[in-house]
């Protein structure tokens, strides 16, 4: 039982630092300019890593790279470049609480990128969840009442989209293969660094100049809500069920709005309110009809090559049993926080 609470507290506080994320990205991006902040939060990340990597033991398996590794890191390194990106300016131009709150709308979307070209529709329960997340995002929009929604929602929006796509690709290039995670990681951040590095490099003299509190807070982004955070979210996930950490990671958006009224000052109406309610209720009922919707054709495809006789090896079983908390950190790579 300590165990179970100690690996509950760990997600949970994977949830606030991804939930602190937006006011903190928020509140860099008004010091320094947007690409500026994304190259020092990417180098500082890749920097740690490479430390983490460089220390460890070999243990028979390669210290750096395999080829798996690199045929995966560099595309998703890219795409996730492209996902922080328009974070990044969405939550500099919205409230941190709307942005955090939009975000969430990955955790439905994934799944429809996921399954295009595959055969196999979601139930239509799914499709009234993403429903009720739209209208939510509606109610969100609307701020003091219904008008042109702002730049920052539309990014942050768009940025849902990019996310999904992004998270959709990670299980797509990771699927069946040997893939360490804190590699995959490294060569994510090294990939985000040299894209900006060019962009940023006219801006980059304006970091001598940042304040304690600037590089506190890109230190904060690079160590906490990057390196930290998803390292100890790999590490809680794989000692608990897939169900219990969806649940724990998905309060993120919760923490994000409570971050944004607490500290910086955004203010709900009641149609904002009841926004960002049935936002969180839409996401999670979305999110509890795919996994069901999953396990129950893993669970078909198995009994059914199991009525035809088969008899599947290690590396049969692998593509019928379902890995729930494998995909548990696949499918909770769509909330990472800005």
């Keep these: 039982m300590p165990d179970a609470r100690r690996t509950d507290a760990v997600l949970l506080l994977v949830a606030i630092v991804w939930g602190s994320s937006y006011l903190a990205a928020q509140t860099a991006t008004a010091a320094l300019p947007v690409l500026v902040v994304l190259f020092a939060r990417y180098a500082l990340s890749a920097l740690a890593c490479l430390g983490l990597v460089a220390g ?3 243990r028979g398996a390669p210290r750096w790279w395999t080829r798996d590794e690199i045929r995966a890191g560099l595309p998703l390194g890219v ?3 492209a996902v922080l990106i328009v974070e990044t300016y969405g939550v500099a131009h919205t409230s941190a609480a709307n942005a955090g709150l939009i975000i969430s709308l990955t955790i439905v979307l994934t799944p429809l990128l996921d399954r295009a070209g595959r055969r196999g529709g979601l139930p239509p329960a799914f499709f009234a969840a993403a429903g009720l997340c739209v209208l939510a995002v509606g109610l969100l929009m609307s701020g003091n009442g219904f008008h042109a ?8 929006l768009g940025a849902a989209v990019v996310r ?9 290039f990771t699927v069946r293969r040997s893939i360490r995670p804190l590699q995959l990681t490294t060569l994510q951040t090294l990939v985000g660094t040299a894209l900006f590095l060019v962009p940023a490099a006219g801006d980059l003299p304006v970091l001598a100049h ?6 506190a807070q890109l230190g904060y982004l690079a160590l906490f809500c990057s390196v930290f955070a998803f390292l100890a979210q790999t590490w809680a996930v794989q000692r608990t069920s897939a169900s219990r950490a969806s649940l724990l990671l998905g309060t993120e958006p919760v923490w994000a709005a409570t971050v944004g009224i607490a500290l ?39 009994e059914a090559a199991s009525t035809a006789g088969a008899s599947a090896g290690p590396a049969e079983e692998d593509l019928t049993a379902p890995d729930l908390n494998k995909d548990a950190v696949r499918r909770s790579a769509a909330l990472p926080g800005a």
Excluded: C, K, N
């Design 264 to 302: 910086a000052g955004d203010r709900f109406t009641l149609l904002t309110g009841l926004g960002a309610t049935l936002l969180v209720a839409g996401t999670y009922w979305g999110q509890a009809v795919e996994r069901a919707h999953r396990t129950e054709g893993s669970h078909a495809i198995a």
């Design 149 to 156: 929604p702002r730049s920052g929602d539309l990014l942050m």
């Design 79 to 81: 795409t996730q470049a």
């Design 164 to 172: 999904a796509g992004h998270v959709a690709l990670v299980g797509r």
């Design 210 to 215: 940042a304040d304690t509190a600037t590089w």
């Design 56 to 58: 460890r033991p070999g």
